[in-house]
Each structure stands twice: as structure tokens, then as C-alpha cells.
């Protein structure tokens, strides 16, 4: 597609319940990042894909939080027992190449926890 | 940990006004970028600086890069109620793939 696509866009669930979020990055992009955007906040890194593999999770929160991408394309942010603490936009963004000179973002999903 | 200080965290300016936003750091950058994120929308990326001293123009927004690269400032001239929107500062490190964003500088202009 012509940009990244996240789903859904909005995700509402209860407390305990577990979570997936789903990004299609831009066709041929290689590296595909997901950031966590608090009210208030800049987004925060949670990892870093480069082909299939996490290049670097360092960011993920705690480990309820993991996140694949198979076939190096879509990827998807798999959050477990959700807490009210984890409600934030989810933010995926790709590039070319694994610089960081310039992401092109998704809209975000945001979830919100009950 | 290096961070970034944007300010002012708030700016509220009627159309016509020009206004300068700030991004500041004790560290200094390989590489920053300015994006614009609206209500329910990504941040999109606006420029990249990579030199110090360096000076970028898109259309009526002047970005420019401090010579000892560790804060830049983003000027609007004559602001329109269309430039409204979060104005978020992001580095990263010499080869590195992840950004640290500021908080950002909320604007809204005024009809």
C-alpha cells in the first residue's frame, strides 16, 4: 500500500484480557518500528524489526509485551493480561533503511483499557 | 540518558502571527527531525538536520540547527489555521535506528 496501515484503529477491552495489534508497513520497507504514545508524551520506542527478526526490544515494557513479524512484512504487537496502565496510541512506523533518517508513521491504534 | 526539552509546551497564536518553537539538549546530535502530528494521526516528518549550523526552508516554516548540534528551533511565518498540530523534535544516535522524541510543542492557531 501506499503508506503504513494500522488495525483497528481503536481497541477497547478490559482489564486482564489479551491484546493484538496489527501493522502492514510500506511495500519493500525493511525496517518496521512500534512506539507507544502516552497523553501527553512523545512516542517511546518499544522494538525494532529489520527483516523478521526484533533487532532490538529493549523497549518493550515488561514481558507481556511481544511482537512478530513472520514473513518480514506485517507485523503484529501481541500485549497479554492488559493492564489500565497500558492504554496509550500504538504507533508503527517503517523505513527504507535502518538509519533512522525519516519514518513514515501509521495512524495508530489506540487502546484503551478498562 | 540524553532528552530533549521542547518549549513551549503550549502555543496559542491568531492567524498571521510568526512563532518560533524550540528543541533543546544537553547532548549532542548526530541527526534530529521535526515532525507535525494532528489530532488522531501519526507524527509525519517534516525535515531532517544533520549539519550544525544548518538552515532548512519548507515553504513558510524555517528549521534551523544549532552550530554546536545540540538544539535546533522551527520558525512559521505568517502561521495559518492549517499549521495547528503537535510539533514533535527527534534524535538519533550516530548509525542508530531509534528515535527519542521531545514532548512536543502544541500550536494552535486561531482564525
Known amino acids: 500500500g501506499a503508506g503504513v496501515s494500522q488495525t483497528p484503529s481503536n481497541k477497547v477491552t478490559e482489564k486482564g484480557k489479551y491484546v493484538e495489534l496489527r501493522c502492514d508497513p510500506i511495500?519493500?520497507?525493511?525496517?518496521l518500528y512500534w512506539y507507544r504514545q502516552s497523553l501527553g508524551q512523545g512516542p517511546e520506542f518499544l522494538i525494532y524489526?529489520?527483516?523478521?527478526?526484533?533487532?532490538?526490544d529493549s523497549g518493550l515494557p515488561n514481558d507481556r509485551f511481544f511482537a512478530v513479524r513472520p514473513e518480514g512484512s506485517v507485523s503484529t504487537l501481541k500485549i497479554q493480561r492488559t493492564e489500565r496502565g497500558d492504554s496509550a496510541v500504538y504507533l508503527c512506523?517503517?523505513?527504507?533503511?535502518?538509519?533512522?533518517?525519516?519514518?513514515?508513521f501509521g495512524s495508530g491504534t489506540r487502546l484503551t483499557v478498562v | 540518558t540524553q532528552l530533549l526539552e521542547q518549549s513551549p509546551q503550549f502555543l496559542s497564536i491568531q492567524e498571521g502571527e510568526n512563532l518560533t518553537v524550540y528543541c533543546n539538549s544537553s547532548?549532542?546530535?548526530?541527526?534530529l527531525q521535526w515532525y507535525r502530528q494532528e489530532p488522531g494521526e501519526g507524527p509525519v516528518l517534516l525535515v531532517t538536520?544533520?549539519?550544525?549550523?544548518e538552515v532548512k526552508k519548507l515553504k513558510r516554516l524555517t528549521f534551523q540547527f544549532g552550530d554546536a548540534r545540540k538544539d535546533s528551533s522551527l520558525h512559521i511565518t505568517a502561521a495559518q489555521p492549517g499549521d495547528t498540530g503537535l510539533y514533535l523534535c527527534?534524535?538519533?544516535?550516530?548509525?542508530?535506528?531509534?528515535?527519542?522524541f521531545g514532548k512536543g510543542t502544541k500550536l494552535s492557531v486561531i482564525p
Open positions: 538536520v544533520v549539519t550544525g549550523g
Open positions: 524489526f529489520q527483516g523478521t527478526g526484533a533487532a532490538d
Open positions: 547532548s549532542v546530535f548526530s541527526s
Open positions: 512506523a517503517s523505513s527504507l533503511t535502518e538509519a533512522g533518517h525519516g519514518y513514515t
Open positions: 511495500s519493500g520497507h525493511t525496517a
Open positions: 527527534a534524535f538519533s544516535g550516530a548509525g542508530s535506528y531509534q528515535l527519542t
